[in-house]
């Protein structure tokens, strides 16, 4: 079965505009997260939708923001970039929310840089 | 806040040596989960572990979970070059609201000849 597919895989940006990042899960995975991964801190969770619902959130500021659609797809929006926000930027999908009970599969994430 | 801490930071052998990595949870976890990220990859699912003092093998990976589920390991026997990559605990943290799956620090290994 297909895997998680992320769009687009290279971003380059310039500081104070904004981005969408798009998540297609593994089909009947209808929990998704999403997670930053930078070299100083690790892979930080950003948020995670089930069912069109967000059902949790990290602790990142309101410029990031997702939505997730009713066939489980799902969107990452981050506004006003800010240098910091150069990361590589990963979608897991999963059977259950949360837990994580029987795995996460990665996307291969998307490289956005912000200059 | 609650974390998952991991140790070392880094490690580099020589092919054919044991590795062991090292996760601390400051929370009783439910599960723990390991991944692997190779170098310019994305994190793979490697296994689960939800029973206190619960052991799985995996070839030569050995993992473990706590008798207290807040620490973990994972142990390679005689590495190879194919175990190069950055080794990440993951386990499900509640929030106040639903729990999140946080993941370690990671272990970066390095293996050469």
């Known amino acids: 079965k297909a895997g998680v597919t992320q769009t687009p895989r290279y971003l380059i940006k310039t500081r104070g505009q904004q981005v969408t990042l798009s998540c297609s899960p593994i089909?009947?995975?209808?929990?998704v997260s999403w997670y930053q991964q930078t070299p100083g801190q690790g892979l930080q969770f950003l948020f995670e939708?089930?069912?069109?619902?967000?059902?949790n959130k990290g602790n990142f500021p309101g410029r990031f923001s997702g939505r997730q659609f009713s066939n489980s797809r799902s969107e990452m929006n981050v506004s006003t970039l800010e240098l910091g926000d150069s990361a590589l930027y990963l979608c897991?999908?999963?059977?259950?929310?949360?837990?994580?009970?029987?795995?996460?599969?990665f996307g291969s994430g998307t490289r956005l840089t912000v200059v | 806040g609650q974390q998952v801490m991991q140790i070392p930071q880094y490690q580099h052998v020589q092919e054919g040596e044991d590795f062991t990595t090292y996760c601390n949870s400051s929370?009783?976890?439910?599960?723990i989960q390991w991944y692997k990220q190779r170098p310019g990859g994305h994190p793979v699912f490697l296994i689960q572990?939800?029973?206190?003092?619960e052991v799985k093998k995996q070839k030569r990976l050995t993992f473990q979970f706590g008798e207290a589920k807040k620490n973990s390991s994972l142990h390679i026997t005689a590495t190879q070059t194919t175990d190069v990559g950055t080794y990440f605990c993951a386990g499900p943290i509640y929030t106040g609201t639903a729990s999140k799956l946080t993941f370690g620090t990671g272990t970066r290994l390095q293996v050469t000849l």
């Open positions: 572990l939800v029973k206190s003092g």
């Open positions: 929370t009783t976890l439910s599960n």
């Open positions: 939708y089930f069912s069109e619902t967000q059902r």
């Open positions: 897991a999908s999963s059977l259950e929310i949360g837990t994580g009970s029987y795995g996460y599969t």
């Open positions: 089909s009947g995975h209808r929990s």
